[in-house]
């Protein structure tokens, strides 16, 4: 079966510029994750969708970032505008609807802000 | 909240030695435990998935346990390896479907 794809695999942009990262999850996994990895820390939770509904977005920094998955596939998740403390890796995960499989991630965007 | 703390952050041994990862969790009422291992530069690969009901699973030279009670969770690698020089990554879900909650993770190196 095909993996979790994300692109792009890397990203350098300046602060205060706009980037964005797509998604495209295993298929028939109806939930949707985006994890920041900064350098040295586990991944930290930005948002979780289940089909095309939000089912958790609390840790996401709303006045910059947002996220959308169209058509219960594919997601977006967009920085506007970035800053420097927003240079981590971008991972894109998915689960089945089940809750009894483990959870298959995405091989990553870095990102560098300079 | 749920905290995940591994122990320890970075290990060093020779090639063929037994080794023992920690991970212990704040909050026991957990749904599943699983363990990642991440190469530098790339996404997480799972290596072990441990359902709440479960003591241990093994995949050849990889055995987890869990004790749910005490929070704690264990990764033994066996006859370590150069390849198996990786940072691993301990999380758990505490409900069915939720978003996984992360350690900071154990950067092994194995020399040969």
């Known amino acids: 079966e095909a993996g979790v794809a994300q692109s792009p695999r890397y990203k350098i942009i300046e602060k205060r510029q706009s980037v964005a990262f797509w998604c495209n999850p295993i298929?028939?996994?109806?939930?949707l994750y985006w994890y920041q990895q900064i350098l040295g820390q586990g991944p930290k939770l930005l948002i979780q969708?289940?089909?095309?509904?939000?089912?958790?977005d609390s840790q996401l920094p709303k006045d910059r970032f947002s996220a959308e998955r169209l058509k219960g596939v594919d997601s977006t998740l967009k920085i506007q505008p970035a800053k420097l403390e927003d240079s981590a890796v971008y991972l894109c995960a998915s689960s089945p609807n089940t809750g009894f499989g483990g959870y298959t991630f995405g091989s990553g965007t870095r990102l560098t802000v300079v | 909240k749920q905290e995940v703390t591994q122990i320890p952050a970075a290990l060093s041994v020779p090639e063929g030695e037994n080794l023992v990862l920690n991970c212990s969790f704040t909050d026991s009422a957990i749904y599943n435990l699983q363990w990642f291992r991440q190469d530098p530069g790339k996404g997480l690969t799972s290596l072990l998935l441990i359902q709440s009901s479960q003591r241990e699973q093994t995949s050849g030279r990889l055995n987890a346990s869990l004790d749910k009670s005490s929070g704690r969770s264990t990764l033994y690698i066996a006859a370590s390896q150069p390849g198996d020089s990786a940072t691993y990554l301990c999380?758990?879900?505490?409900?069915?479907?939720?978003?996984?909650?992360f350690g900071k993770g154990t950067t092994l190196s194995v020399s040969s």
């Open positions: 969708f289940q089909n095309n509904g939000v089912v958790d």
């Open positions: 298929s028939g996994h109806a939930t």
């Open positions: 999380a758990v879900a505490n409900q069915a479907g939720t978003a996984l909650i």
